[in-house]
Each structure stands twice: as C-alpha cells, then as structure tokens.
C-alpha cells in the first residue's frame, strides 16, 4: 500500500493543535459515518495526521511524541485516555472539535486516505515504514518498545512519499 496526500499551497503552520482535539476529530468522523474506531486505528490515524503534517508544512500538527510499540506508533497519552477500551471500538460521544480550517481539511484528507483501512491493515503499513523501523531498530517483532519515532525521520520518509520516493 503506498498513499500520497495531496501538496496544498498554504501557509506553514505556526500552532500547534490540541492532540485531543485531533483524536476527537477522527471519533467524531468514525462517529458520523457509522464506522466503528478502536484505539488501534486512532492511533495510526493521529500518527498520519502528525507525519503529513511534518511532510507538508514542515511543522509538528501536535506536540506529541509517537513511540514504536509492537503495534505500530502509539501516543502514550491517547492511550492512556482510552485503553479501557482495549481492543473495542471507543464509545465516547464527542463533538466535532473547533480547530482552524486548514487543520479540518487536513485531517478529513487523512481520514479519505487512511479511514477506509482497518486498524489491522494500518499496523501493518506503519510496519512496513522506515520511521517505525528505525525507532524499533533490531527488535523482535513482539518485544516492547517506548522509543519515540523521530519527527524528523516522519518528516523525511513522508516528504520523499510527496516524490514518487520511499517504499
């Protein structure tokens, strides 16, 4: 699987975003389209938002620190909000978040790309990544792992995506 979101000719991002709001965005949309979302794929997607994000404009989305757990990138503290729902889809009701009009239309594009796919087929791919790779460096497959996926390693393997490049 190879995606490619799209270059927009738009100001670099100054501001950070709440990274709650980011995940409220993807359940709000998971929400309103009568799909289910676990935390598996709400992570992966609040990693994609962060990792074009960096490709595009340069900047952080959030600040936040993804670490290459066994299942692909997780946020420590989105996991901590919802890991009662273990492998379950998540519940909560929330609104759609206010957040800046440019930061809507990116995350709604990762949702295009990256929604249709199930958490499974999304671990699979953040595997498959030089960003995750690299942070688990020779790990076994199963053993755990809290090293933090460099942004600056998201931002070039994303970038060299907008190319043609990477794999």
Not at 112 to 126: A, D, I, K, M
């Given at each position: 699987?190879?995606?490619?979101?799209?270059?927009?000719?738009?100001?670099?991002?100054?501001?950070?975003?709440?990274?709650?709001k980011v995940a409220d965005y993807f359940i709000w949309r998971a929400h309103e389209?009568?799909?289910?979302?676990?935390?598996?794929?709400?992570?992966?997607?609040?990693?994609?938002?962060?990792?074009?994000?960096?490709?595009?404009?340069?900047?952080?989305?959030?600040?936040?620190?993804?670490?290459?757990?066994?299942?692909?990138?997780?946020?420590?503290?989105?996991?901590?909000?919802?890991?009662?729902?273990?492998?379950?889809?998540?519940?909560?009701?929330?609104?759609?978040?206010?957040?800046?009009?440019?930061?809507?239309?990116?995350?709604?594009?990762?949702?295009?790309?990256?929604?249709?796919?199930?958490?499974?087929?999304?671990?699979?791919?953040?595997?498959?990544?030089?960003?995750?790779?690299?942070?688990?460096?020779?790990?076994?497959?199963?053993?755990n792992c809290e090293v933090i996926i460099s942004k600056t390693d998201m931002m070039?393997?994303?970038?060299?995506?907008?190319?043609?490049?990477?794999?």
């Open positions: 699987m190879a995606f490619t979101l799209k270059r927009r000719p738009q100001d670099a991002q100054v501001d950070t975003v709440d990274l709650n389209v009568g799909e289910p979302i676990s935390q598996l794929k709400l992570q992966k997607l609040v990693y994609y938002a962060q990792a074009w994000n960096l490709a595009l404009k340069g900047t952080p989305l959030v600040k936040a620190e993804f670490q290459a757990w066994v299942h692909g990138p997780v946020n420590r503290q989105l996991y901590d909000r919802f890991k009662q729902y273990a492998w379950k889809p998540i519940t909560d009701e929330v609104e759609m978040p206010k957040l800046p009009k440019d930061v809507l239309e990116h995350l709604e594009e990762v949702w295009q790309v990256y929604g249709v796919y199930s958490p499974f087929e999304l671990e699979r791919l953040t595997h498959s990544e030089l960003p995750w790779q690299k942070a688990r460096g020779g790990l076994a497959p199963d053993e070039e393997f994303f970038r060299s995506r907008l190319h043609g490049e990477g794999s």
